[in-house]
């Protein structure tokens, strides 16, 4: 199972429902993928075909929507 949190443009943010217990986001497109921390700070962890100008793009999305993320991450895992 991997719930989508939200869509932008062409990204799809989500979950995979049996991973890593450190909270994380996934982000998919037809481009490519990646995999962003958010604890202890948001950084790039896993990158797989996006360029530099995406990464940054997406790392900002992610920047002004942790909370909803972080919402979401709780809702789904438990607290």
Not at 16 to 35: C, M, N, Q, T, W
Not at 57 to 64: D, V
Request: proline share 4%; net charge negative; hydrophobic share 35%.
């Amino acid at each position: 199972m991997s719930p989508t949190i939200f869509r932008y443009r062409n990204y799809r943010f989500y979950f995979f429902s049996r991973e890593e217990a450190r909270l994380h986001v996934h982000v998919i497109s037809p481009d490519g993928e990646a995999k962003f921390w958010l604890e202890p700070s948001i950084e790039l962890a896993v990158n797989k075909g996006l360029g530099t100008t995406e990464l940054n793009e997406l790392q900002r999305i992610i920047e002004e929507r942790q909370n909803e993320i972080r919402e979401h991450w709780h809702r789904h895992f438990g607290a």
